[in-house]
């Protein structure tokens, strides 16, 4: 079974400019996470979808950016325009809605963003 | 609100040596406790969880946590170090557990295993 994957692995964008990352969760969980991880701090919560519908998105740090899951399945997050502080480690995670499994999330190997 | 400190944000151990990594969490309700593992170059990946069932679990790789309500800790363990080990370790909680509940994580702490 596949994992996680996200896209790109790393970005480098200049300040301004507009970036998307990509999230294909593990098929079949319909809970999606979005974590990041700004330098030298903790990874932190963004957002969290059931299917398409955004349950929590209290972790958003502002208007710039913007998180869809259009179908329910991969899930996108575009900063637009990027900021400096914007760089970091975007993680996505996924887990079943319900079972035995359904109280563990499963990463991505998270996309490095730069932005200079 | 929930919090989670760990203590130490780099620990080095000699191979073959204890390990012991320290996690200390916050919450207002029953949580859910969570090792995960970051290999260089990779992403996270679940070392152990707790989830109010037996206080001592055991994980992947050897690695065990004991849940200690009374001290609010959930210290990860390893009773001999090994090469492989070295990686980056993040103790998270979750409220209630479930599968809609955010990770509140801690800020990690790195791993190098001496020769």
């Known amino acids: 079974e596949a994992g996680v994957t996200q896209f790109p692995s790393h970005s480098v964008i200049e300040k301004g400019q507009t970036v998307t990352l990509r999230c294909d969760p593990i098929s079949g969980h319909d809970n999606l996470y979005w974590y990041r991880r700004v330098m030298g701090k903790e990874i932190k919560f963004l957002l969290h979808?059931?299917?398409?519908?955004?349950?929590?998105e209290s972790g958003m740090p502002n208007n710039r950016f913007l998180a869809e899951r259009t179908g329910g399945t991969y899930s996108t997050l575009k900063v637009q325009p990027a900021e400096l502080e914007d760089s970091g480690v975007y993680f996505c995670a996924s887990s079943q809605v319900a079972g035995a499994q359904a109280d563990t999330q499963y990463f991505g190997p998270g996309t490095r963003l730069t932005v200079l | 609100a929930q919090s989670v400190t760990q203590l130490g944000s780099h620990v080095s151990v000699s191979e073959g040596a204890l390990v012991l990594l320290r996690c200390n969490y916050s919450?207002?309700?029953?949580?859910?406790l969570f090792w995960y593992v970051q290999y260089p170059n990779q992403g996270l990946q679940l070392l152990l969880k707790y989830t109010s069932a037996a206080t001592l679990v055991k994980g992947i790789n050897g690695f065990e946590a004991e849940f200690k309500k009374s001290e609010t800790s959930f210290h990860l363990t390893k009773p001999s170090a090994h090469m492989s080990d070295a990686a980056e370790y993040f103790c998270?909680?979750?409220?209630?557990?479930?599968?809609?509940?955010?990770?509140?994580f801690g800020s990690g702490t790195q791993l190098t295993v001496l020769p």
């Open positions: 919450s207002s309700v029953p949580p859910y």
């Open positions: 979808f059931v299917k398409e519908s955004k349950q929590d």
């Open positions: 998270a909680v979750s409220s209630l557990g479930g599968s809609a509940r955010q990770l509140t």
